[in-house]
């Protein structure tokens, strides 16, 4: 014990720890992000849409939607967000889509797990399912993040993480060349099935980054086919302020 804690405090000597996102000083020697990083990261300032996860302004009616999603039809019921997909958040994304940061979607998930529990327990979810990518694009990409996302939540909530219930059919275009929701929701329509195992479940949609909601849309619309009684996303990074 006594080695082991000199042994700790000498490789802390040698090595000083540094931010997994910034390489900046942690606050404490056994912090995972420094200060700035851990605020950015898991403190979103801004109030959210219940349905969409979209920015609203501070005393915007939320009950039915908010400007952006009223007039949409969405698959899902419900959308949570750990933040906005900026600064610290957007590099974190985009670090998450190589293969060899797959830690860094399974630690962030952990931590927005641990930061969030009461709000993720007081969903009352029966399981995660992260957002699936087509296979081929899962063999380039070597990983899918928000599976790693979904693990380390569930890890932390203790809620089964079902990874191959949802499953893309078909490959679609990047959603990046498409602008509008319309276009995007044409892109991915018919792209995901789903197991009959979810029938009666109330499931958390688990993605990285969400942008006009239309692929976690056709997703949870694939779920409640399926026979889900209810979808709820989760995502890391929502666009737009
Ligand atoms: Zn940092
Ligand atoms: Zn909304």
Redesign the pocket.
Known sequence: MLLSRIWQELTDLLYPPR?L????PPRLLRDS??E???QALFVDPFPACPRCAATVGPYSQVSHGCRECRSRSLGFDAAMRLGVYEE?LAWAVLRMKHAANEWLAELLGERWAELHRSRFLSLGVDALVPVPLHWRRRLQRGYNPSAALAWGLGRLLHVPCWYHVLKRIRPTKDQKVFNSFTERVNNVKGAFWANSVVRGKHLLLVDDVMTTAATASEAAKALKKAGAFRVTVAVLARTGR
């Open positions: 931010c996102l910034c390489l900046a992000f420094c700035g990083c851990q610290q």
